[in-house]
């Protein structure tokens, strides 16, 4: 899906011993808890979404117990490596840069198409100014093609940026920005679309084959059995295997 996050410190800590692979511990499954239809808080205050929901699903056929944990999106990956949870299930993108600081599964998701969010259909993006995510592959892609980006904390922030003129458009997943243009009628979605980054899967730190190869075997049940792809088409996070 979305996020590059590139960190230098996180190289320089380890998470001690494996916590996740050790007999009887608890598996702690990190994520931000604010990308609805991928992970959000519900109104009882628990991790809900497709995340949650296939989450539950891959500790179930691993044989694992799992509790959740939220982390905010900026610190995701050094607070993996450092041990404050064992797995990272947060519509992660695959990048080479990130696989130089964790590891990764197979993807559960194919690529996700970005789409631009904005108060008119006639934006011209190549010289608007665009909201992204900070830390994300969205945020990444507008810096390469030479285009004014401004990053905010939080998704909520950058489609908040464009209802206040801050900002022309949003990049980000289309998974996440229709919802809300249904939703609001002064918002539309611009016809062009960015294909960037790759598959999403969890992220996990590069110490834990072990953990990394159940959910690996998990993922791929699930693929098999067809019930990844009704999950997907269920929360319309992507498109289908």
């Not at 900002?167 to 002064?186: N, R």
Request: glycine content about 8%.
């Amino acid at each position: 899906m979305r996020k590059l996050i590139l960190t230098t410190a996180a190289l320089a800590l380890t998470a001690g011993l494996a916590h996740a692979e050790s007999h009887g511990m608890t598996v702690r499954m990190g994520t931000e808890g604010a990308y609805e239809p991928w992970n959000y808080i519900n109104d009882k205050g628990e991790v809900d979404g497709f995340e949650r929901e296939l989450g539950d699903e891959l500790c179930k056929r691993a044989e694992l117990t799992c509790e959740w944990v939220t982390n905010d999106w900026d610190s995701i990956i050094p607070n993996l490596v450092s041990g404050n949870y064992d797995t990272i299930i947060a519509g992660m993108s695959i990048t080479p840069e990130r696989d130089e600081v964790i590891d990764f599964t197979q993807p559960y998701t194919p690529p996700d198409p970005s789409a631009y969010l904005a108060m008119s259909d006639d934006v011209d993006v190549a010289g608007a100014v665009i909201a992204a995510q900070t830390g994300t592959i969205q945020a990444a892609f507008v810096a390469e093609q030479g285009w004014t980006v401004v990053e905010f904390p939080t998704p909520e922030d950058t489609v908040a940026a464009v209802r206040s003129g801050e900002a022309d458009a949003v990049l980000a997943d289309k998974s996440y920005l229709a919802p809300i243009a249904e939703e609001d009628p002064d918002l539309v979605l611009l016809e062009r679309e960015e294909m960037i980054g790759g598959g999403v899967g969890m992220g996990l730190r590069e110490s834990d084959g072990e953990l990394r190869a159940k959910f690996d075997a998990a993922i791929q049940s699930m693929k098999d059995d067809g019930s990844l792809n009704a999950l997907i088409e269920k929360w319309e996070v992507a498109s289908t295997f």
